[in-house]
């Protein structure tokens, strides 16, 4: 089947650009340009002037929709999900396991393998975030559950399922070697609850690792002597680093000297999400202790954030109000940037051969409408 969207604004590889018609055929992009006469039977989807763009991909979801991944990791809670964060422009996701034991990040896996081979729209593989990471940088992580990555543990993590799988590790909690064995194997590595030293990070990089997790959150900060974490993903040129655009988490105004360090396509917006995206709750149980959700904010009983109760569309909004970003550099910071910082190819932008996953945008980014591999 032909669908050609058009009467749009529509945000293809040279910005966004009116009296264009993107032609989709059987799921993928076959071409954006001038309006033609198409052959055989085809759909025209109007989008009354609005913005259409790259679906949003975001590569840490914990939860929405009322359920959270670690409480039941199988299909259906992935499926919920997925289905909470559409409407929001979600249109690709990495399932998000907070640190819990090897047989959980097991079941996990297992999940979004039949996850993906059912076709559940969206699932683009998993994000597991610990239990290898630094007691000391834990946040609402249980630190009972953490540990040392090993041989077992990196031969797990590999396993594969049909999608990408991203770790969040603390370097100091494992070595070069088995970066190297995980980035070799086609996992993304991500430094994150981390305590490492900029002399310690660089080991790791030269190994493989290829971002780092919530950046300024749960990692060493940029000292005068010691540039820490921050600073070792500040300085390296090549690295993704991932951005909770709450205005919680990070100070608005830290984003933007985050921002004019290091080049912009390599920054990538995240949700963080928790179960209260998309869904009426008040609180929800974490590792067995209650989450109060209050003016955008997770937090328990200590006051620490525990995830953000943010969605993308929202990240986007924030990007362009509290950062001053271009439009389209925050939209790309949700959608090409995290596809990018994955290895997928044909996600991620509206260009010829892409999987035609979109949203449709109002003037206030507001998501109107959504489609995956072309289906509404
Ligand atoms: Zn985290």
Sequence with gaps: MLLAFHN????GESGIECDRTLLVRDGRIESLGEATKVAGPVQVIDLEGH???????????????????NDDPSVNTIAAIARAHRQFGTTGFLPTLISD???????????VRIAIRQGVPGV???????PFLNESRR??????????LDGAAAQLLARPHGGVTMVTLAPERTTPQFIRQLSDAGVVVSAGHTNATYAELQPALAAGLRGFTHLFNAMSQLGNREPGTVG???????????LIADGHHVHPEVMKVALRAKRHDRFMLVSDAMPSVGAALKSFVLNGRPITVANEKLVDE???LAGADLDMARAVRNAVRMLDLPVEEALRMA????????ALRDVGRIAKGQRANLALLDDEFHVLRTWIDGRE
């Design 8 to 11: 749009g604004r529509i945000l």
């Design 51 to 69: 913005l259409l763009v790259p679906g949003f991909i975001d590569t840490q979801v914990n939860g929405g929709g009322g359920v959270l991944f």
């Design 101 to 111: 034991d090897l047989d959980v990040v097991a079941q996990a896996i297992e999940a």
């Design 124 to 130: 683009l593989g998993i994000h597991i975030e610990g």
């Design 139 to 148: 946040g609402v992580h249980d630190a009972s559950k953490l540990r040392e």
């Design 232 to 242: 070792a993903a500040l300085a390296h040129e090549d690295s993704w680093c991932g």
């Design 302 to 304: 200590e006051g620490r």
């Design 335 to 342: 959608s090409a940037n995290p596809a990018d910082f994955l």
